[in-house]
């Protein structure tokens, strides 16, 4: 694909990436030792830190040929990339995440005596939209819960598995990386890893710790094998299931539940289960705490989901909607 195209999909773009020069040496060396110290300074999580990877690798391949390193690069040129960008039709979220890795990495820079400078500093991040979470019905919920074959073990895994997110409101990341101890059915609880290496407990709830202990009686036993540790969660080859697995598990149950494919995503599991407690009185402190979000203002935004539900309920219920 020529340099001047522009690209209007997602695999259009990766095309266009792979078609950047390669990554010199320099700046893989520099980038490695970035990763590496915010690991051990912040302890982010590995979905995060490929995430920076790929941003900053993209940035330092797009510069090379225009003379200069990743480290040295000065404000004009991150600013012409950022401009490429947009003109590729990259999204305003996109490069908002890459210009918050960019001061992320310049930030590092300085700290270690690598520039005296961080040329990030007056780079405006785009605009982004007000998205809201996008949360299904109560009733899509429970359609899409019943929906695996429970008489099979990778069906009961994937129900127990469904079960798990909505119950708990896990992130994607963490329900594929729960270990089997995290697990204590006596008091009904899990003990979840989040981001930034945060603990909380959540409590299961009487239907999510049936169908785990369904699971763990029926199902896991045949995938364990002889392991003594091993993820909660396992594929038929004794593995943790892969965040695009479960994916994939998530859009097959509900092209069966009757629910279009597109409309959900693992996340929306955790969007609904927070929709739904709202809708149903919850405290948002109390929310947080389930969540695992470090801020009460990340939170907040399900309140404008349950508003423009109510929105919606009286316009079309209302005599005078």
């Known amino acids: 694909m020529a340099m001047t195209e522009r690209p209007r999909t997602p695999a259009q773009r990766r095309q266009l990436a792979m078609a950047l020069p390669p990554l010199p040496d320099a700046d893989s060396g520099d980038i490695n030792r970035f990763l590496d110290a915010i690991w051990a300074e912040h302890g982010l999580a590995r979905p995060t830190l490929d995430s920076y990877r790929r941003d900053l690798e993209g940035t330092a391949r797009w510069l090379a040929p225009r003379g200069g390193g990743l480290v040295v690069a000065d404000r004009a040129a991150l600013f012409d990339y950022l401009a490429w960008r947009a003109q590729q039709q990259y999204s305003p979220r996109s490069n908002a995440r890459l210009l918050s890795a960019l001061r992320t990495f310049f930030g590092w820079t300085v700290r270690q005596g690598l520039r005296a400078d961080d040329p990030t500093a007056l780079l405006q991040p785009p605009k982004l939209p007000r998205s809201l979470p996008k949360a ?78 369904r699971y763990l009686a029926q199902s896991r036993p045949a995938l364990v094998g002889k392991r003594t540790l091993a993820p909660l969660f396992l594929t038929p080859a004794g593995e943790a299931p892969t965040r695009q697995q479960f994916w994939h598990v998530v859009k097959r149950q509900a092209a069966a539940a009757g629910i279009d494919p597109r409309r959900i995503s693992p996340h929306g599991l955790r969007h609904s289960f927070a929709t739904h407690l709202l809708n149903h009185g919850a405290d948002l402190r109390a929310l947080q705490m389930l969540l695992g979000h470090s801020s009460l203002s990340t939170t907040q935004i399900y309140t404008l989901v349950a508003r423009e539900q109510l929105k919606k309920l009286h316009a079309q219920h209302h005599p005078r909607g």
């Open 136 to 213: 299904l019905a109560e009733t899509e919920i429970e359609a899409l819960l019943a929906a695996p074959d429970d008489s099979s073990p990778e069906g009961l895994r994937d129900r127990a598995m469904l079960e798990l997110m909505y119950a708990c409101g896990l992130r994607v990341s963490e329900l594929v990386g729960l270990p089997a101890t995290g697990v204590n059915l006596r008091q009904g609880v899990l003990r979840v890893v989040g981001k930034g290496g945060r603990e909380r407990l959540v409590p299961l709830g009487e239907e999510a710790r049936h169908w785990l202990e």
